[in-house]
């Protein structure tokens, strides 16, 4: 038996049509929005859980953008953020999005979650190069609305991303990511 010497991962193939990555998404309620877009067009499609995100450059334009693609590609890595913070690294051949290899800023770039990052997403998030990060729902609303499982995150984790130069906003368009979350919940769960 030959050990498997890849990985393959991918976005649904409805994310070509549903992202327009010329477009600018200035503020940080459209950021978010166009995550919880996604979350939303990924429960819809049946083609992963109800979390999306977007990593946007200095401009405001879109480097890359995730879903969860976890049961999918049987992989618990496959997180929206992960796959997000992936794409937008081989887009920009740069391991810190925000920085050139000499480790001079490139100016700012954002994370825009549908749902706060979960423990996995959160630590992935300070060695991506993100400086700010946006999120929709709480990790509180993920595991009342939906079965699934956080992880522990330190009790100060958003002062903890704070002094490694990432700000962090909170609860943008909440209501509407508790509803994806919601319908999500009551589909049943992670059966896609």
């Not at 913070?85 to 490139?106: C, H, K, P």
């Not at 959160?122 to 946006?134: E, K, N, P, Q």
């Not at 009790?155 to 979350?181: F, H, K, S, Y």
Request: hydrophobic share 40%; net charge negative.
């Amino acid at each position: 038996m030959m050990l498997k010497a890849q990985v393959h991962l991918t976005l649904p193939v409805w994310v070509h049509e549903a992202v327009d990555a010329t477009r600018a998404h200035p503020s940080d309620e459209d950021k978010v929005a166009l995550a919880i877009e996604l979350s939303r067009r990924n429960v819809d499609a049946q083609t992963g859980g109800p979390f999306g995100a977007a990593v946007f450059g200095p401009d405001d334009r879109i480097i890359a953008v995730g879903v969860n693609r976890v049961v999918p590609h049987t992989c618990s890595l496959a997180h929206a953020e992960t796959m997000a913070f992936m794409l937008a690294q081989q887009r920009t051949q740069r391991r810190r999005l925000n920085e050139d290899e000499a480790g001079n800023s490139l100016g700012p770039v954002t994370l825009a979650t549908s749902a706060q990052p979960c423990c996995q997403c959160y630590g992935a998030s300070f060695w991506a190069g993100i400086d700010h990060l946006l999120i929709g729902a709480r990790s509180e609303d993920v595991e009342a609305l939906t079965e699934f499982d956080e992880g522990p995150l330190p009790a100060d984790w958003t002062g903890e991303l704070e002094r490694r130069g990432i700000q962090v906003r909170r609860d943008i368009l909440r209501d509407r990511a508790r509803g994806v979350l919601a319908d999500y919940g009551q589909l049943g769960g992670p059966n896609y």
